[in-house]
């Protein structure tokens, strides 16, 4: 399995511009998310999903869209990108009713908004 | 969800034991204490979890007190790959909304 990738590793956009950052997971996983961390801070949820076809906001969503429509993929769209949206970007997969805690998170996208 | 509290930062030799310790006052009857693991441009990653008393795995111990409070997440003879940002979190029994604080960076020289 691969697990949980993301692409790309590294971007670069002007103020404005919009793009897609892609995760895709392997696992047959129900549960994905999409965070960001910025220097020295924890992790902050923007978007989640509970299955394809269903998406909520978490803690930060101004800015993003997402959707699900496969149980495998779940892109964040930038719809105008800010400065203040540089960060670097993690997406997560889970089971959602396990037991357990456990999610699996992908290498980072690491987004620099100029 | 319940707010943790636990040190900023925390200094340690090659072989030492670890032991870091959080604080959850207003843990939920159905929450589970769950550890993550941070290495530098790495996504996080699942340590541990537990409810109560003890939880042991290849990895660290997890102690939990009975009022269960606090935890105490514990790394046994640590090693220089051991140097990552560790979180203490508390979340209901297959909660999916993790919620991360800082963290506690864990420096582990020779």
């Known amino acids: 399995n691969a697990g949980v990738t993301q692409t790309p590793k590294f971007q670069v956009l002007k103020t404005g511009q919009s793009m897609t950052l892609q995760c895709a997971q392997d696992?047959?996983?129900?549960?994905m998310s999409w965070y960001r961390q910025d220097p020295g801070m924890g992790l902050r949820l923007i978007h989640y999903?509970?299955?394809?076809?269903?998406?909520d906001q978490g803690e930060v969503p101004n800015g993003y869209n997402v959707s699900r429509s496969t149980t495998e993929d779940f892109p964040l769209r930038l719809l105008s990108a800010a400065p203040s949206q540089t960060s670097v970007y993690f997406c997560?997969?889970?089971?959602?009713?396990?037991?357990?805690?456990?999610?699996?998170f992908g290498p980072g996208t690491r987004l620099t908004v100029l | 969800l319940a707010k943790t509290t636990q040190p900023i930062s925390m200094d340690s030799y090659e072989g030492q034991e670890v032991n870091i310790t959080c604080s959850h006052n207003?843990?939920?009857?159905?929450?589970?204490i769950t550890w993550y693991q941070q290495f530098p441009s790495q996504g996080p990653r699942f340590i541990i979890q537990?409810?109560?008393t003890k939880v042991t795995n290849e990895v660290a111990s997890l102690f939990i007190p009975a009022d269960r409070k606090s935890s105490t997440l514990s790394l046994p003879r640590v090693s220089l790959s051991d140097t990552a940002v560790y979180y203490c979190?508390?979340?209901?029994?297959?909660?999916?909304?993790?919620?991360f604080g800082k963290g506690t960076t864990l420096s582990v020289s020779s």
């Open positions: 997560a997969s889970s089971y959602s009713d396990r037991g357990t805690n456990e999610q699996f």
């Open positions: 696992m047959n996983h129900e549960y």
């Open positions: 999903s509970v299955g394809a076809g269903i998406t």
């Open positions: 207003n843990i939920a009857t159905n929450d589970y």
């Open positions: 537990g409810y109560k």
């Open positions: 979190l508390v979340v209901p029994r297959g909660g999916t909304a993790l919620i």
